[in-house]
């Protein structure tokens, strides 16, 4: 069937819509990640218009976060605090990556900034999953029980001014950490369309030292209002965000993320790393080879010029 | 009383003069309605040539039929390797193009239409594109153009179809133009040209009125018109669908 939609301008079927919705679902249900560094490029793939793949996604995020957010809710394993130091950067961040997007745009570069973001970003955090995983498979099977818990980090991160407490994970810290990984991260959001739960939650563990418990918790919470904040600000300069892609991304996308959960439940931690790291990068790979290899057109075209 | 009678007779005559052969045209539809399903839509372009005098023993009647979607101006960006990877590097404005153009003719394109008379009336796909802007510094602006045609080809949206209108009798023809589902909204201007010999002897224009209907002229109106409401009305939808999918998945699986 056949559904056009009101603001890509392009008729896609939505049987696929609904399939690719639920394969990212099932991914993100398995590996406990949003899934948006998969559907953004997904969609380019099947010719929606990246400046409306990117704007829609990030309200695609917001509505699954929520769904998501609603366990960690009863669960208490939200820091409010925590994740209201990440909003405030989150925040500045989306505003300041929604300026720098709508530049590019006008000079015709943004297709290329959102593929090298992709590009690297993918490249690092899958290549470090990868070996990180690997390493956790070759101990387990050597010492045959789980690896000894490492000490925290506490350097830099605990020598800065303007401490604050954070009662839910256990912290007394400085918040100009959680301010810039927010930042950081809400620029990110805006220009790759994702929610950068695979950016913030390792940065949460490893810089911040926050207890894995409340991680994914506290970046769902972030990621909603950062997300919300996204579309607002693309629906406002754009005009790009396509809400019947978003709800039909969604409704596949909830369900395979149930069906996801089942599964990501009956396979080990250390293998489910290792499938993902791969998954990461077999889509970074794709997206290198269509920057390093010669495009079959060399022209493009866009209509944003001349207004 | 008489010259006035006499004036109204060489007003009425006066048309006739001009063009002793005139189209009378019928379109299978007028308007085409973009709905949610909307998967393209085939025009059944038909009509006669009303003529007073007996057909004229010169050369057979060929008939070229041309539908344009609105023209705007468009960016054309070129890629080169720079630093090992592709980067768009110029970029060309190309003045007009239109967003959708066929032409459907009923022999091969120069056998019924000369070059000059092409470039009078811009029949031919090169000629439906303006590109005059060009920046001084790029020599070959032409490529740019090409690279609009050429990619619009592929796409289905620019189409050249020779003989495809069948023509009887030298006074009844008719086409089919096929509309890919990647229209956007406007008036496609849709011109019919009679010719003799490569000239134009007679033409016609009307409008095929493209547009949204229903629930996408709702959601476009409102993306464009009142963005802040469209935004929180996308966010509130996407909120009540994820959390409903999700519900209605727990309700299943609890049974």
């Known amino acids: 069937?056949?559904?056009?939609?009101?603001?890509?301008?392009?008729?896609?079927?939505?049987?696929?819509?609904?399939?690719?919705?639920?394969?990212?679902?099932?991914?993100?249900?398995?590996?406990?990640?949003?899934?948006?560094?998969?559907?953004?490029?997904?969609?380019?793939?099947?010719?929606?218009?990246?400046?409306?793949?990117?704007?829609?996604?990030?309200?695609?995020?917001?509505?699954?976060?929520?769904?998501?957010?609603?366990?960690?809710?009863?669960?208490?394993?939200?820091?409010?605090?925590?994740?209201?130091?990440?909003?405030?950067?989150?925040?500045?961040?989306?505003?300041?990556?929604v300026v720098v997007f709508n530049y590019l745009k006008g000079l015709g570069q943004v297709d290329l900034l959102v593929k090298l973001c992709y590009v690297v970003f993918l490249g690092v955090v899958g290549g470090l999953m990868f070996i990180e995983s690997l390493n956790a498979i070759r101990k387990s099977r050597s010492a045959g029980g789980a690896a000894p818990a490492k000490r925290r980090q506490r350097g830099w991160v605990h020598a800065l001014p303007l401490k604050m407490r954070f009662r839910t994970s256990g912290l007394y810290i400085s918040a100009i950490p959680p301010l810039?990984?927010?930042?950081?991260?809400?620029?990110?959001?805006?220009?790759?369309?994702?929610?950068?739960?695979?950016?913030?939650?390792?940065?949460?563990?490893?810089?911040?030292?926050?207890?894995?418990?409340?991680?994914?918790?506290?970046?769902?919470?972030?990621?909603?209002?950062?997300?919300?904040?996204?579309?607002?600000?693309?629906?406002?300069?754009?005009?790009?965000?396509?809400?019947?892609?978003?709800?039909?991304?969604?409704?596949g996308g909830v369900i395979g993320a149930q069906i996801g959960t089942q599964i990501g439940t009956k396979l080990k931690a250390e293998q489910l790393r290792v499938l993902l790291a791969m998954m990461v990068l077999a889509v970074c790979g794709k997206l290198a080879l269509d920057l390093l290899l010669q495009p079959a057109e060399l022209f493009s075209l866009g209509t944003d010029g001349g207004h | 009383m008489w010259r006035a009678l006499l004036v109204l007779l060489c007003v009425a005559t006066l048309p006739a003069q001009a063009a002793e052969e005139e189209i009378v045209l019928g379109l299978s539809?007028?308007?085409?309605?973009?709905?949610?399903?909307?998967?393209?839509?085939?025009?059944?372009?038909?009509?006669?040539?009303?003529?007073?005098?007996?057909?004229?023993?010169?050369?057979?009647?060929?008939?070229?039929?041309?539908?344009?979607?609105?023209?705007?101006?468009?960016?054309?960006?070129?890629?080169?390797?720079?630093?090992?990877?592709?980067?768009?590097?110029?970029?060309?404005?190309?003045?007009?193009?239109?967003?959708?153009?066929?032409?459907?003719?009923?022999?091969?394109?120069?056998?019924?239409?000369?070059?000059?008379?092409?470039?009078?009336?811009?029949?031919?796909?090169?000629?439906?594109?303006?590109?005059?802007?060009?920046?001084?510094n790029i020599q070959d602006a032409q490529d740019f153009a090409q690279a609009v045609i050429r990619i619009r080809e592929a796409e289905g949206l620019y189409s050249l179809r020779e003989d495809t209108v069948a023509v009887d009798q030298q006074t009844l023809f008719r086409t089919s133009i096929k509309m890919p589902a990647n229209l956007i909204e406007g008036d496609y201007k849709t011109h019919i040209y009679l010719t003799r010999g490569g000239n134009v002897v007679s033409q016609f224009a009307t409008d095929i009125d493209v547009r949204k209907v229903g629930l996408e002229r709702f959601l476009f109106n409102l993306s464009r018109q009142q963005p802040v409401i469209y935004g929180l009305m996308?966010?509130?939808?996407?909120?009540?669908?994820?959390?409903?999918?999700?519900?209605?998945f727990t309700v299943l699986r609890n049974r």
């Open chain 2, 29 to 136: 539809q007028d308007r085409v309605a973009i709905t949610s399903t909307f998967d393209g839509s085939d025009i059944l372009v038909f009509g006669a040539v009303k003529r007073e005098a007996p057909i004229p023993d010169a050369e057979p009647l060929e008939v070229v039929i041309t539908v344009s979607g609105p023209s705007k101006p468009v960016m054309v960006r070129r890629k080169e390797k720079k630093f090992g990877i592709w980067v768009n590097v110029d970029s060309v404005l190309v003045d007009s193009a239109p967003s959708f153009y066929a032409v459907a003719t009923s022999a091969p394109f120069n056998e019924v239409l000369t070059n000059t008379e092409d470039l009078r009336y811009k029949v031919s796909i090169p000629q439906a594109i303006r590109s005059v802007g060009a920046d001084m």
């Open chain 1, 1 to 97: 069937m056949q559904i056009y939609l009101p603001i890509a301008e392009v008729s896609v079927n939505a049987f696929l819509l609904l399939g690719l919705g639920g394969l990212v679902g099932v991914l993100s249900g398995m590996f406990g990640v949003g899934g948006g560094f998969l559907m953004t490029p997904l969609l380019f793939f099947i010719g929606i218009p990246p400046a409306v793949a990117v704007a829609t996604e990030a309200n695609q995020i917001v509505a699954s976060s929520f769904s998501g957010v609603l366990a960690h809710f009863r669960r208490r394993t939200v820091d409010f605090k925590m994740g209201g130091v990440l909003l405030v950067g989150g925040l500045t961040g989306a505003a300041l990556g």
């Open chain 2, 234 to 248: 996308s966010l509130a939808i996407a909120i009540f669908a994820g959390w409903g999918a999700s519900a209605a």
């Open chain 1, 180 to 251: 810039i990984v927010g930042v950081f991260v809400g620029i990110l959001s805006a220009i790759m369309g994702v929610g950068g739960g695979f950016i913030m939650v390792p940065a949460m563990i490893y810089i911040l030292g926050m207890p894995t418990k409340v991680v994914v918790g506290t970046s769902l919470f972030q990621i909603i209002f950062v997300t919300a904040f996204t579309t607002m600000l693309h629906a406002t300069t754009n005009y790009t965000v396509d809400v019947v892609l978003a709800v039909l991304l969604l409704v």
